[in-house]
């Protein structure tokens, strides 16, 4: 190798790191928006469980007795609430 051919080899080298690095920010910009997504669906799915389950707890006080109709409609939709 002598010293003309020097320039134009790390020219080459500059370029394709160039290359590589742009390969690799789009590769972890592409890992971090799956990542987002399977975090935005798992918060879906914990909501979606909490709000059956409280849905269930509501439709379980509406069955009590010994309290006034005017109480227990009261208390269902204050756990109802609690959805939001």
């Known amino acids: 190798m002598t010293e003309f051919n020097k320039p134009t080899?790390?020219?080459e080298w500059d370029a394709l790191a160039e290359k590589q690095l742009a390969a690799i920010k789009r590769s972890t910009r592409a890992i971090t928006e799956d990542?987002?997504?399977r975090a935005a669906h798992k918060v879906m799915a914990?909501?979606?469980?909490?709000?059956?389950?409280?849905e269930e707890v509501a439709q379980h006080i509406e069955k009590l007795q010994g309290f006034g109709k005017d109480t227990v409609?009261?208390?269902a939709i204050y756990i109802r609430e609690m959805k939001k």
């Open 9 to 11: 080899q790390e020219k």
């Open 35 to 37: 990542a987002v997504v």
């Open 46 to 54: 914990e909501f979606e469980a909490r709000s059956a389950a409280i």
């Open 73 to 75: 409609d009261s208390l």
